[in-house]
């Protein structure tokens, strides 16, 4: 039956969502380290289900609501927060849950096993151990090197690139475009003074450090101006559930970029400031 | 008596030009602005060049100033031997160091105030911070308005404006101050304080004051009156200035 007969019939609308499947034993590596005792234990109870908040309305489920999943009813028994799926709505389960739902193949053989140390120091030396041994058959990784390839992979193989760098060479190409013309404006707007100075024998080269000096003034105006706007959407994102994460590294960068946008906005004006002739005043 | 700072002894040669010739290109045709012009100014005079609008009364001073390049004549300025054998940076450095300039518009960034637009140029010329704000406040006290220095320019009627650009000229002492057409945007009363600025500037400091104009009501406050029409000199009169001379339209 389609999607479309079945909603004529009158039954629940229907969405297709992810699965992360965890072991509930408590002491479980799979556990992320934010899950509190109680959302554990109550995962442990079978059929019960946890959807990050950002979710809620799009799977139209509140907390301790029942939901079907693959033919069989659900319990909404914890609302996560911090896990939000712009793709497509995330659910979590346990994975006795999975299997009692008929949906876990039984095939532990070839599936990512995580596993713990008894001293996490040792991880290093010890993937590096489990490498050699494998000879290529399995891969190895700690805890920080399976976080950088997944967000390596995010990037490299995501939408999430597309729209980054589109945003990024959009940024600059207006940014440039808009600094660059407001400079230029405001050098018109103010030749003549320009050309008085001129006349008073302020050379054509300190008029190019006023100019160049000025954007960088803007470019920190514009740093300024970004650090608040950015904090006002992350206040906006964490209202709808979304945590952003700015790392100082990289605040940084876009901080420096953005100064050298404008200042690469400034270089381009100085042509303009050839109009400041002084004997054009003596007319 | 007057004890204030005087450049070379009044009566010495400030500026002298000769044979300067200047053409504009319009359409295919050369048109001559200058046609040989001789002309000299000295320390302590307040020059007055008069004439109807294109007889070359501005190309005069530009050529003179070192803003606009004449085609043919020299100018010896100061202690410089013909000024457009100088680059252009000379130039500049030149008219940095010795030259002031007002304007008919008054020409001030609307966003300084009157203090910071006589700063900016002497902090060019190399004063620091402080001894440029000193310099700016003095020269602004001096045009009478000691009691607006942190006015920006909307807030000044248009006789102000023209004061703080002659602070601006004046700040810097010059040995040589042009003047172009320092009173045509102002009325009688605020031209009266323009003209007697620049008076004093003659008279007090020794600048070789050199103004432009067509007003006729000014040749009272001149040591000397040179007419020029159709690119050439026609006559060169001295005078004995009346320092307390009044603008017509003055009630």
């Given at each position: ?247 100082f590294s990289l605040l ?8 050298l946008i404008a200042m ?20 | ?72 004549g020299r100018v010896d ?175």
């Amino acid at each position: 039956m389609s999607q479309a007969e079945r909603a004529r019939q009158g039954a629940p609308k229907s969405r297709q969502v992810m699965v992360n499947v965890i072991d509930t034993q408590p002491g479980s590596v799979t556990i992320p380290t934010d899950y509190s005792d109680e959302l554990v234990a109550a995962l442990r109870q079978p059929f019960t289900i946890a959807v990050d908040e950002t979710a809620l309305g799009t799977l139209g489920v509140k907390l301790g609501d029942r939901a079907i999943y693959a033919g069989q009813t659900v319990t909404v028994v914890g609302v996560l927060r911090g896990y939000p799926n712009m793709m497509q709505p995330t659910i979590v389960m346990s994975r006795d849950s999975l299997r009692m739902l008929g949906q876990s193949w039984g095939n532990t053989m070839g599936g990512p096993l995580m596993i713990k140390l008894r001293d996490p120091a040792k991880a290093t030396v010890v993937a590096a151990q489990l490498n050699e041994m494998g000879k290529g058959q399995w891969r190895a990784w700690t805890r920080q090197e399976l976080a950088d390839a997944n967000a390596k992979s995010m990037f490299e193989e995501g939408i999430l690139v597309i729209i980054i760098g589109g945003c990024v060479v959009l940024g600059i190409i207006i940014g440039v475009a808009i600094t660059w013309q407001t400079l230029r404006g405001a050098i018109m707007a103010n030749i003549k003074e320009f050309a008085s100075l001129r006349a008073l024998g302020v050379g054509m080269g300190s008029l190019r450090r006023i100019v160049v000096e000025l954007s960088f003034w803007v470019g920190l105006v514009g740093v300024a101006a970004a650090v608040l706007l950015t904090w006002l959407l992350s206040l906006l994102a964490r209202m709808g559930g979304v945590i952003i994460a700015l790392p100082f590294s990289l605040l940084l960068v876009v901080g420096v970029g953005l100064v050298l946008i404008a200042m690469g906005s400034g270089l381009l004006s100085l042509g303009v400031l050839k109009k400041s002739q002084p004997a054009d005043l003596l007319r | 008596m007057i004890h204030t700072k005087t450049h070379g002894k009044h009566g010495d040669y400030a500026i002298e030009a000769t044979g300067l010739i200047k053409r504009f290109k319009s359409g295919r045709a050369f048109v001559e602005v200058l046609k040989g012009v001789d002309f000299d100014a000295r320390h302590g005079d307040l020059t007055m060049v008069m004439g109807p609008s294109g007889s070359g009364k501005s190309t005069l001073i530009a050529a003179l100033s070192g803003l606009l390049k004449p085609e043919e004549g020299r100018v010896d300025a100061l202690d410089v031997d013909d000024l457009w054998k100088l680059s252009t940076g000379r130039i500049d450095r030149f008219r940095l160091e010795n030259c002031g300039f007002i304007f008919q518009g008054f020409n001030l960034f609307p966003s300084l105030t009157a203090l910071q637009q006589v700063e900016t140029v002497l902090k060019f010329q190399g004063l620091s911070s402080g001894q440029a704000k000193k310099r700016a406040t003095t020269a602004l006290e001096e045009v009478g308005l000691g009691h607006r220095l942190h006015q920006r320019p909307a807030a000044l009627s248009g006789g102000e404006k023209q004061r703080v650009a002659i602070a601006r000229a004046l700040a810097k002492d010059p040995k040589i101050l042009f003047a172009d057409e320092p009173t045509s945007a102002l009325d009688g009363e605020n031209g009266q304080v323009v003209i007697k600025l620049l008076r004093r500037a003659a008279t007090e400091h020794g600048a070789a004051v050199i103004c432009v104009t067509h007003d006729p009501r000014l040749e009272a406050w001149a040591d000397r009156v040179i007419h020029i029409e159709d690119g050439k000199i026609l006559d060169d009169q001295r005078r004995n200035p009346d320092p307390d001379a009044v603008l017509a339209s003055h009630h």
